[in-house]
């Protein structure tokens, strides 16, 4: 009976396809147009048991086979609506003190890169970087996950369906779904898509790429190619992604950035950036790259400039766009002091991720990581004061800010890179995990992520930096790299570098003061340092005049230099012999 109820609203396209198929058989065909016409007479007697269904839902259900008859689909909820679900259904859900909805992502605290694949087939299988990044998924196993994932969903009495873009500028941007088993996953999309008007939700249509979330229900470890019970597959033949075994909302914000770093060089020749953005009175853009710690969020929420965006941006011949709708920031050491944009963008809408409060007064303890190290919060970018809405600009980028958050002392905390530096830097993509920052971490340990950001690349490395040194060849742009790690010593030993000094460099890259200062060679790296910036000390410019024991310096030193270059070894194959001299030296 459901087959008939999908045409009670439109009997007449029963008519026209049973006229056509049928048209040599004049019997079949009068019976089955006699059927189209009891349909009708329904619909004219308002027959009361039959469920209309929406547009979206039809879509649903004949594409992903939805049972939107059992499942009650919520599309689009609002604030207040997700809010609702939230508390009543969702175990470790509450109201913050400043009006965020506290949630928990359960086991998962944070993304699973080991269990990421990219289903193998024609049309994308030559242009991506398969490898330790990108494994090869079979097509028949991705299927098999998705019909799993289906079927998990239609066992909830509700799933949402959000509707969102990806891309400010509407000459690049893609139409993306969402479809979960979780309030706070939709809530969570709803702030880093950029969510449509009224008017462009009616005119939406179907979606570019869709985002099937059933994380509550795990992959079948024994399914080809599965490695644990989690599984998060993205296909670029059907343009879909499916999660299972993980619910943490960071996911889909990544597997979004994932697909855009496929499609934006691949089919438009624009480059994906994981990047922070700003915007100066003048009109003069500053890109941010950086790791997680380094500072990219907090250094680009800068309140003497227009926030762009904190994590994801293209940069098109037309200038920078940002891909997302919302920003999501670190909260672990959060304070009104040193962040008072993200401290005050926490309110109502906002998703406060796996963070540790008080029962009775519902205050965070943004300094306890008892659940995590990573605890998040997503929040429109509009709750920042000074964000640049909407979020592009036809400025190119005037400054490339490499940033690193170096544990070991060495690296100064601004250098001026040539283009050849800032090629080899961008390809390394290095900064230090800490002590207490993952388990089993108890000294400083570099880490190395190409392009600063690995995990969600799709074409090789080389790709990206041939694209961005010819961007910032084209637009003169100048490159600095900022270390917003340690000085006087290694962590434990030395000092992390006072976030006041690091805004004061910023603040003299933004004026010119460091285009115009003298400079003198920093040995190994080959690094060129200020011999003084505004508002920094000038004895801490040059980290070999810092540290108590030159021995203890230099052997630090050279040991991380032979890190770098034992890492690119790596990208040798496809690096020019400017870029391979452009790393240290040990002599």
């Given amino acids: 009976m459901n087959s008939i109820y999908r045409f009670v609203n439109k009997p007449h396209l029963l008519t026209n396809i049973v006229s056509k198929k049928f048209s040599n058989n004049n019997v079949l065909r009068n019976r089955l147009l006699y059927n189209s016409q009891f349909i009708t007479s329904i619909q004219k007697k308002n027959y009361t048991s039959a469920k209309v269904h929406t547009r979206v839902e039809e879509e649903l259900h004949e594409k992903a086979h939805i049972d939107y008859d059992r499942v009650a689909i919520e599309w689009n909820p609002s604030i207040a609506k997700l809010y609702e679900d939230a508390l009543k259904f969702e175990d470790g859900s509450a109201i913050s003190s400043t009006g965020a909805l506290v949630t928990a992502s359960g086991i998962k605290t944070g993304r699973s890169p080991k269990d990421k694949r990219i289903v193998e087939e024609p049309s994308s299988s030559d242009d991506i970087w398969w490898g330790p990044v990108n494994t090869k998924l079979p097509e028949n196993v991705f299927l098999i996950n998705r019909e799993r994932a289906v079927d998990y969903l239609n066992t909830r009495k509700r799933i949402y369906v959000l509707d969102g873009f990806a891309g400010w500028d509407p000459k690049y941007r893609i139409k993306v779904r969402v479809v979960s088993a979780r309030a706070y996953h939709a809530l969570f999309m709803r702030n880093m898509l950029i969510r449509p008007t009224a008017q462009e939700l009616q005119t939406y249509g179907s979606p570019d790429f869709t985002i099937f ?14 490695t644990s019970t989690t599984s998060v597959a993205l296909n670029f033949h059907t343009n879909e992604m499916v999660i299972l075994g993980t619910e943490y909302a960071g996911e889909m914000k990544k597997g979004v950035f994932t697909v855009m770093h496929y499609i934006m060089p691949v089919k438009h020749n624009v480059l994906s950036l994981h990047s922070s953005a700003n915007e100066g009175e003048g009109g003069d853009v500053s890109v941010f790259f950086g790791l997680s710690g380094t500072g990219k969020t907090t250094l ?26 919302g920003c999501y920031a670190k909260c672990i050491g959060l304070s009104p002091e040193k962040e008072p944009e993200i401290y005050n963008a926490i309110r109502f809408g906002s998703v406060l991720e796996n963070v540790v409060y008080d029962r009775h007064t519902r205050e965070v303890n943004y300094d306890d990581s008892t659940l995590t190290e990573n605890t998040r ?5 509009e709750y920042i004061p000074n964000a640049k809405l909407p979020c592009i600009s036809s400025g190119h980028p005037k400054n490339i800010v490499l940033l690193t958050c170096d544990a070991y002392g060495v690296l100064p905390p601004v250098s001026k890179l040539s283009p050849s530096q800032a090629m080899y830097h961008f390809i390394s993509g290095y900064t230090a995990k800490i002590a207490g920052t993952e388990e089993g971490v108890t000294e400083p340990e570099a880490t190395f992520s190409a392009c600063f950001g690995q995990p969600f690349l799709v074409l090789h490395p080389a790709r990206y930096a041939k694209m961005l040194a010819e961007k910032m060849q084209q637009h003169s742009a100048d490159a600095w790299l900022i270390n917003t790690g340690w000085i006087g010593g290694a962590y434990g030993i030395g000092q ?18 460091l285009t115009k200062a003298e400079y003198e060679s920093y040995d190994v790296f080959n690094l060129n340092v200020p011999k003084s910036c505004t508002g920094v000390p000038s004895e801490i410019l040059n980290p070999s005049r810092t540290w108590k024991s030159e021995d203890g310096f230099k052997n630090t030193r050279n040991s991380l230099a032979d890190s770098f270059i034992k890492n690119f070894k790596n990208y040798e194959d496809q690096a020019t012999s400017e870029i391979l001299s452009a790393g240290p030296i040990i002599s």
Wanted: aromatic content about 12%; proline content about 5%; hydrophobic content about 30%.
């Fill in 213 to 226: 979330n059933a994380g509550g229900f795990p992959a079948n470890r024994y399914t080809t190619g599965m």
């Fill in 300 to 325: 680009s929420a800068d309140p003497k400039r227009y926030l762009i965006g904190d994590d994801e941006h293209c940069w098109s011949d037309d200038g920078i766009f940002n891909i997302e709708g």
């Fill in 377 to 381: 919060c997503a929040y429109p970018i």
């Fill in 496 to 513: 992390r570098i006072k976030l006041k000094y690091t805004r004061a460099i910023l603040d003299a890259i933004h004026s010119g003061e």
